[in-house]
């Protein structure tokens, strides 16, 4: 089973401040949270992954809570073509077997509208 | 440049038939995973490759089986098709097992319709 929660859908208007929560109470000490999203009928794409401190690259930036037991993805300014399913996963930073491989949840739908 | 290429895209098969699927990796990529997508879930693991040898393997039985090849394209079989066997089939590519990055670049998979 996923180790995160997350809500089932948000929407978000274009052009502002998208912010994704994720919940992941039981997360351990070397794991690290991870973020994709997968827009319809395409394969699931990265967007960022973080431990401890916040990060930021070109599509996002990931705000993890210094309890590491809560993360938000923030999408600055959300397109229409930012709809998609946005999944948060957790997992050991390892090689192979159960550690090499992405465990899934259900995500969130966001929907931007105009 | 090319990204991770699976074939076919669409595929309608019978319960009990055997279908085989194939994903071309990135170039340079080592590592093909392959993952299951039902209706309306998240994808689920089913396999790792790396330097063509399984590196790993989800909870699904022994009718799916993969292979990698010299060329690092893989392979998913699945035998005995049932009617839960529709999905789509995600192939994912990545420069070494899923180690420091974590970053897996995914194909646009091939749906299969079992009847």
């Known amino acids: 089973d996923a180790k995160t929660t997350q809500p089932p859908s948000m929407d978000c208007a274009e052009g502002r401040a998208a912010n994704l929560p994720c919940n992941h109470s039981?997360?351990?000490?070397?794991?690290?949270v991870y973020w994709y999203r997968q827009i319809h009928s395409q394969g699931p794409q990265y967007i960022i992954h973080g431990l401890k401190n916040n990060e930021t690259n070109e599509m996002a930036s990931l705000i993890i809570t210094e309890d590491r037991k809560s993360s938000t993805l923030i999408l600055p300014h959300a397109t229409l073509r930012d709809t998609a399913v946005y999944y948060c996963?957790?997992?050991?930073?390892?090689?192979?077997?159960?550690?090499?491989?992405?465990?899934f949840g259900k995500g969130t739908k966001l929907s931007v509208k105009p | 440049d090319a990204g991770v290429t699976q074939s076919p895209t669409h595929l309608i098969k019978t319960r009990g038939q055997h279908v085989t699927l194939r994903c071309s990796p990135i170039?340079?990529?080592?590592?093909v995973s392959w993952y299951q997508q039902v209706l309306g879930q998240g994808p689920q693991f089913i396999f790792q490759y790396y330097e063509k040898e399984e590196r790993g393997r989800g909870n699904f039985p022994d009718r799916f089986s993969a292979r990698q090849f010299p060329n690092y394209s893989s392979e998913l079989n699945v035998n005995a098709l049932l009617l839960g066997d529709s999905a789509l089939y995600l192939c994912a590519s990545s420069l070494q097992l899923l180690g420091h990055t974590g970053e897996l670049f995914f194909g646009e998979g091939s749906r299969l319709t079992v009847l």
């Open positions: 996963i957790v997992r050991v930073l390892g090689y192979g077997g159960s550690q090499g491989n992405l465990i």
């Open positions: 039981t997360i351990s000490g070397n794991e690290y």
């Open positions: 170039s340079g990529h080592k590592s």
